[in-house]
């Protein structure tokens, strides 16, 4: 599967953005999906998930209450709306296919990382 990030961008504090992840060359329907992100001089950290269905999500703490995943299983697309952006958040975003929701840490299939999207939050 290959996966493609967009909707990047720079913006202010405070303001929103929303990424979206397309999916090609095989559907993501029946697979739980995440985003990750890596900021300069830091490896990459897991900031959410969902599963197959929509139904089950999680996140990791700094951005529980501003961020929201989503997918649209129609379109093989996963959606990261992000609200009150702050410069912490600042960072490439990749979309990732799970090895599964329920692993712990999250993992993610190693042949599904993609081309990130840059944010960039300034003050």
């Known amino acids: 599967v290959q996966l493609q990030a967009s909707g990047g961008g720079l913006v202010q504090a405070g303001e929103s953005l929303r990424l979206s992840c397309a999916a090609s060359?095989?559907?993501?329907?029946?697979?739980?999906m995440a985003w990750f992100r890596q900021a300069p001089g830091k490896e990459r950290e897991f900031v959410a998930k969902?599963?197959?269905?929509?139904?089950?999500?999680d996140y990791t703490d700094p951005v529980k209450g501003r961020f929201t995943i989503s997918r649209d299983n129609a379109k093989d697309t996963v959606y990261l709306q992000m609200n009150s952006l702050k410069r912490d958040d600042t960072a490439v975003y990749y979309c990732?296919?799970?090895?599964?929701?329920?692993?712990?840490?999250?993992?993610?299939?190693?042949?599904?990382w993609g081309q990130g999207t840059q944010v960039t939050v300034s003050s």
């Open positions: 990732a296919v799970l090895v599964s929701y329920y692993s712990d840490p999250p993992s993610a299939l190693e042949d599904s």
């Open positions: 060359g095989r559907t993501i329907s029946d697979y739980a």
């Open positions: 969902i599963n197959w269905g929509g139904s089950r999500t």
